[in-house]
């Protein structure tokens, strides 16, 4: 099935614990010759993980085959014809964005293969995929394992962030909210959201505990992979602000140049397409020619993204995405305001900064996974339930169902996001 054009309004459908003793395993596996050691050896490295992978990697993968079981069992039942035209998991998972990512990652931009202009695209993921492929040589299959140990990284960082707060038993529905966001597809799917929440939680996780250079060096991983690196980037700055200030430490000091760091992979990137092009226009004009996206007052994006979602006569799926998308700026102007409230100001800077980015254009798109990325709410979620625990219930209860229905619209070429 092939994709459909994609909209545009007015425009074409555009803590550790102790490690185990290795030779009390080795000494116990022995006791019962061919018998035990496997599985010992297999507890000695289990017990060698961190403790946030111990506490989420089941729980993740056990997500990731759901999402891959969903997928199959939605293409048997809604796949017209014989069982045998069924599609498989690569056909099922090669949808919209993938093919341009890995157009990236074959080609390298601005390539006479393919006339799509994915400068929009940062380079992040195809470089990651690229890698991924010097082993599995199947360029879909490379973007979704990308996907899949992205997700490892970030739901351990994110239960560990979460566990600082409010304790490790309640840590989990961090990670739990994560994995049932309507739009949370995208993390399964081979799209930049994965890898920049990797580098952004794990980020974070090192800013907490002040360690500067690898907060600016993984934070460099965030930009290099979505346009929201340049919200984190600035986030980080404040957050280093902040916690100097109240460790009492002087604001100037070396580690200050770490923030020097997130910059770079945007500055390189425009760089590259300025020798490519000769301009410091590309990624601009890419958004302007190719998605008919341009910079504007948050208010024309308003109302040029309201008509669209209220015209009875649009396409369901296309409307009921504007719709989505004005849901998407109005909840990043609440979390904003609700963690100034908190004087949680790295955070707040980080939704406001990137709340603004995705607002100040001629029409809202990509916002929704703009807030798919917005880790500090799923901090918010897991504090606001260990307090109340109807908000998980609830939670679970709205979103789980529209999550699972956005992974069968996705799978099936139906337009999502």
């Given at each position: 099935?092939?994709?459909?054009?994609?909209?545009?309004?007015g425009?074409?459908?555009?803590?550790?614990?102790p490690?185990a003793?290795?030779g009390?395993?080795?000494?116990?596996?022995?006791?019962?010759?061919?018998?035990?050691?496997?599985?010992?050896?297999?507890?000695?490295?289990?017990?060698r993980?961190?403790?946030?992978?111990?506490?989420?990697?089941?729980?993740?993968?056990?997500?990731?085959?759901?999402?891959?079981?969903?997928?199959?069992?939605?293409?048997?039942?809604?796949?017209?014809?014989?069982?045998?035209?069924a599609?498989?998991?690569?056909?099922?998972?090669?949808?919209?964005?993938?093919?341009?990512?890995?157009?990236?990652?074959r080609?390298?931009?601005?390539?006479p293969?393919?006339?799509?202009?994915?400068e929009?695209d940062?380079?992040?993921?195809?470089?990651?995929?690229?890698?991924?492929?010097?082993?599995?040589?199947?360029?879909?299959?490379?973007?979704?394992?990308?996907?899949?140990?992205?997700?490892?990284?970030?739901?351990a960082?994110?239960?560990?962030?979460?566990?600082?707060?409010?304790?490790?038993?309640?840590?989990?529905?961090?990670?739990?909210?994560?994995?049932?966001?309507?739009?949370?597809?995208?993390?399964?799917?081979a799209?930049?959201?994965?890898v920049?929440?990797?580098?952004?939680t794990a980020?974070?996780?090192?800013?907490?505990?002040?360690?500067?250079?690898?907060?600016?060096?993984?934070?460099?991983?965030?930009?290099?992979?979505?346009?929201?690196?340049?919200?984190?980037?600035?986030?980080?700055?404040?957050?280093?602000?902040?916690?100097?200030?109240?460790?009492?430490?002087?604001?100037?000091?070396?580690?200050?140049?770490?923030?020097?760091?997130?910059?770079i992979?945007v500055?390189?990137?425009?760089?590259?397409?300025?020798v490519r092009?000769?301009?410091?226009?590309?990624?601009?004009?890419?958004?302007?020619?190719?998605?008919?996206?341009?910079?504007?007052?948050?208010w024309?994006?308003?109302?040029?993204?309201?008509?669209?979602?209220?015209?009875?006569?649009?396409?369901?799926?296309?409307?009921?995405?504007?719709?989505?998308?004005?849901?998407?700026?109005?909840?990043?102007?609440?979390?904003?305001?609700?963690?100034?409230?908190?004087?949680?100001?790295?955070e707040?800077?980080?939704?406001?900064?990137?709340?603004?980015?995705?607002a100040c254009?001629?029409?809202?798109?990509?916002?929704?996974?703009?807030?798919?990325?917005?880790?500090?709410?799923?901090?918010?979620?897991?504090?606001?339930?260990?307090?109340?625990?109807?908000?998980?219930?609830?939670y679970?209860?709205?979103?789980?169902?529209?999550?699972?229905?956005?992974?069968?619209?996705?799978?099936?070429g139906?337009?999502?996001?």
């Amino acid at each position: 099935m092939a994709d459909a054009p994609r909209p545009t309004p007015g425009g074409p459908a555009v803590a550790r614990e102790p490690v185990a003793d290795a030779g009390a395993a080795s000494e116990a596996a022995g006791d019962v010759p061919g018998e035990g050691g496997p599985s010992a050896a297999v507890r000695a490295g289990w017990s060698r993980l961190p403790e946030s992978v111990r506490a989420t990697l089941p729980l993740w993968l056990g997500s990731r085959i759901a999402v891959a079981l969903l997928s199959l069992a939605a293409a048997r039942a809604l796949t017209p014809g014989s069982a045998r035209s069924a599609p498989g998991l690569r056909t099922l998972w090669d949808r919209w964005d993938v093919g341009l990512f890995t157009k990236v990652a074959r080609h390298g931009y601005l390539s006479p293969a393919y006339s799509d202009r994915t400068e929009v695209d940062f380079p992040g993921l195809p470089l990651a995929i690229r890698l991924v492929h010097l082993v599995v040589r199947d360029w879909i299959a490379a973007g979704l394992i990308v996907s899949l140990l992205a997700g490892v990284v970030t739901a351990a960082a994110l239960w560990r962030l979460a566990a600082d707060e409010v304790g490790e038993r309640d840590a989990r529905f961090a990670v739990v909210s994560l994995i049932c966001f309507p739009y949370a597809v995208f993390l399964f799917a081979a799209y930049s959201e994965g890898v920049f929440l990797a580098f952004a939680t794990a980020s974070w996780l090192a800013a907490r505990r002040e360690r500067w250079w690898l907060a600016g060096l993984l934070g460099a991983g965030a930009a290099s992979a979505r346009i929201s690196g340049v919200a984190f980037g600035v986030a980080l700055a404040v957050q280093y602000v902040v916690s100097r200030r109240a460790a009492g430490r002087p604001v100037l000091a070396w580690p200050a140049l770490s923030l020097a760091l997130p910059p770079i992979p945007v500055v390189a990137y425009l760089g590259y397409l300025r020798v490519r092009t000769g301009g410091w226009g590309s990624y601009t004009d890419a958004m302007r020619v190719g998605w008919h996206r341009e910079v504007d007052w948050p208010w024309s994006g308003w109302s040029a993204t309201w008509s669209a979602a209220v015209d009875g006569d649009g396409q369901s799926a296309f409307v009921w995405f504007w719709r989505g998308e004005l849901l998407a700026v109005v909840v990043g102007v609440a979390l904003t305001i609700a963690l100034l409230v908190g004087r949680r100001w790295g955070e707040a800077t980080f939704l406001g900064v990137m709340t603004a980015i995705m607002a100040c254009t001629n029409y809202y798109a990509s916002g929704i996974r703009g807030i798919l990325v917005a880790f500090p709410l799923y901090l918010m979620l897991a504090r606001l339930a260990a307090r109340w625990p109807w908000v998980a219930s609830t939670y679970l209860c709205v979103c789980g169902p529209v999550m699972v229905a956005f992974v069968v619209a996705f799978t099936q070429g139906k337009w999502v996001d």
